[in-house]
């Protein structure tokens, strides 16, 4: 009796054990996932250095040297 008692122990702990550790390992293959942000820097109209997210920036059209040299206040 005694033995029986000791196999089913060990097994239970094996059991436990392996569940642990594949829910560990789930948890960090499918768990949550940080979004990788890139951020750009960029001139504001006062001179000022900033970054901003890619994701909050338009695609629009390219603007012209001259509105460049408009823009730009010497």
Do not use: H, N
């Given at each position: ?73 010497k």
């Open positions: 009796m005694q033995e029986s008692q000791k196999k089913t122990s060990r097994k239970k702990f094996l059991l436990w054990t392996t569940a642990l550790v594949s829910s560990v390992t789930a948890f960090k293959i499918f768990g949550a996932k940080k979004k990788a942000t890139t951020t750009v820097r960029m001139l504001t109209e006062d001179g000022k250095l900033v970054e901003v997210d890619t994701s909050q920036i338009t695609k629009g059209r390219k603007i012209s040297d001259k509105e460049l040299q408009d823009w730009v206040k």
